[in-house]
């Protein structure tokens, strides 16, 4: 009998018990259902709220690569988890953890930070389920870039391997301690092999570039002394005969739902433009806009992205989660998963009752080049990912008793690793599945077919 539920060694109990519910080797069983539904109708039902014209470059991208293609089936691979036992250790998922969904950003304090970095699909859910999606993801970049299965095999394990044994280390901390851990770039730096380190450091010096003021040079003119946003159809448009009342409405509503001492920041810039934006593979189709404000003078620019939030992918699987409103599901479950999140996280109703969220479009972003990575390269960065995943997890479930399940020995490692290469065998077949669908003419993914909007639109 428990006598205190928040005693740490029956936390741990807990975590120890599930193992005879779900041995840690079942996680490496896995074959697809009988019943498994068609990726591809899959992606078509997906669709269907979506801008119908842009889905054919959603397809197009998505169909460069099985890399690819799993980045734009987080719903596929949602059904095919579910469709498995789970340990019903919750935290707040990312719901999309690939290796890509990773990556470089500023702290508040302007700190270079390495963690999470993307949270559409964010919801509660199993642990295991963000572990086995980023391993999956490291088996088919690896495969993508050419390497034999014992390279594959290598930079999987040491996904999990790097998961398991930071959670176990940070299941030894105290709440605060774990809540204050981040994955500072000053930190990461001793760990890379001198042969990687001027790479690295390119890398990070590129992020640090890419600030509002640089984004102003690369992603606006100026026309008769004023900056405006660069069309280029279809991937950047102009809203039309767009609602200036309605724009403001908008912004306001956001305003809203910042905290105060942002809100007064906020009010010293003003709105000079905005525009629709394509982004990413997997939410190509989802309604996004760019929008430029202006601070002190046309030199003190602030970009912020408003982008649709529908439900998670998670929660047909998992049922609803706390958060009614899709835009403020994305806010709540990035700030508790990232270390530090950008201070103009907010979210909005907007035209049609949509959901959408706020965020900076560019605040010292950076992403890994991983298919021009070397054997070795990928398995450290992997490893930087199931140490950020595992940093994340610890701040929002049960990391005692998530440790105990897991324990100090690799079964949960291999068990993981046999997943993820059986899934990623998977992931090039329904690869296969949408160019055939597309050859076919059952979908069309086609990007030079994609055409300007040719009308103002309020969506």
């Known amino acids: 009998m428990l006598t205190n539920p928040y005693a740490p060694e029956e936390r741990a109990a807990r975590g120890r018990a599930v193992r005879q519910e779900l041995p840690r080797s079942a996680h490496g069983d896995w074959r697809a259902a009988p019943d498994r539904p068609d990726p591809v109708d899959v992606l078509i039902r997906q669709g269907a709220d979506r801008v119908t014209r842009l889905l054919p470059l959603r397809y197009a991208r998505m169909a460069a690569s099985p890399l690819a293609f799993l980045?734009?089936?987080?719903?596929?691979?949602?059904?095919?988890?579910?469709?498995?036992?789970?340990?019903?250790?919750?935290?707040?998922?990312?719901?999309?953890?690939?290796?890509?969904?990773?990556?470089?950003?500023a702290s508040p304090e302007r700190a270079l930070l390495f963690d999470v970095n993307d949270f559409d699909e964010t919801h509660p859910g199993p642990f295991e389920w963000d572990v086995e999606r980023l391993a999956a993801s490291v088996a088919v970049a690896a495969r993508d870039r050419g390497l034999d299965e014992t390279r594959t095999r290598r930079a999987v394990t040491a996904a999990v391997a790097a998961y398991r044994t930071n959670l176990r280390r940070l299941a030894e901390l105290g709440e605060l301690a774990v809540w204050y851990e981040r994955m500072d770039t000053a930190d990461l730096l001793p760990l890379i092999g001198r042969r990687d380190r001027f790479r690295v450091e390119a890398s990070l010096a590129r992020a640090r570039r890419r600030t509002n003021l640089q984004a102003l040079g690369k992603l606006t003119e100026k026309v008769d002394g004023r900056h405006w946003?660069?069309?280029?159809?279809p991937y950047v448009e102009p809203l039309g005969n767009f609602d200036q009342s309605a724009i403001r409405?908008?912004?306001?509503?956001?305003?809203?739902?910042?905290?105060?001492?942002?809100?007064?920041?906020?009010?010293?810039?003003?709105?000079?433009?905005?525009?629709?934006?394509?982004?990413?593979?997997?939410?190509?189709?989802?309604?996004?806009?760019?929008?430029?404000?202006?601070?002190?003078?046309?030199?003190?620019?602030?970009?912020?992205?408003?982008?649709?939030?529908?439900?998670?992918?998670l929660a047909a699987h998992l049922g609803p989660g706390?958060?009614?409103h899709g835009g403020q599901r994305v806010v709540a479950g990035q700030r508790l998963l990232q270390a530090a999140s950008d201070i103009f996280l907010g979210w909005v109703s907007g035209p049609q009752g949509r959901h959408y969220y706020w965020r900076q479009l560019r605040d010292m972003k950076g992403s890994a080049d991983v298919g021009?990575?070397?054997?070795?390269?990928?398995?450290?960065?992997?490893?930087?990912?199931?140490?950020?995943?595992?940093?994340?997890?610890a701040r929002t479930g049960d990391r005692i008793a998530i440790a105990a399940y897991l324990g100090p020995g690799a079964s949960f490692d291999r068990a993981v690793t046999e997943f993820a290469l059986r899934y990623a065998d998977r992931t090039a077949e329904d690869h296969a599945a949408l160019r055939e669908a597309m050859a076919e003419g059952r979908v069309e993914g086609n990007e030079t077919s994609v055409t300007p909007e040719k009308k103002p639109s309020n969506e």
């Not at 946003?229 to 159809?233: A, G, K, N, Y």
């Open 71 to 105: 980045r734009g089936s987080a719903a596929v691979m949602a059904a095919d988890l579910a469709a498995r036992p789970h340990t019903g250790l919750t935290v707040q998922l990312c719901g999309d953890a690939h290796l890509l969904n990773f990556g470089l950003y």
């Open 372 to 393: 021009s990575m070397s054997a070795g390269q990928l398995r450290r960065y992997a490893a930087f990912c199931g140490t950020a995943l595992s940093r994340a997890h």
């Open 229 to 233: 946003i660069v069309r280029d159809p």
């Open 249 to 313: 409405k908008v912004f306001a509503d956001y305003r809203a739902t910042l905290p105060e001492e942002r809100r007064t920041l906020l009010d010293r810039f003003r709105v000079v433009d905005v525009a629709r934006k394509v982004v990413g593979v997997g939410s190509v189709g989802t309604r996004c806009f760019i929008a430029l404000l202006e601070g002190r003078d046309a030199g003190d620019p602030l970009l912020l992205q408003m982008k649709e939030a529908g439900p998670s992918v």
């Open 322 to 324: 706390p958060h009614a």
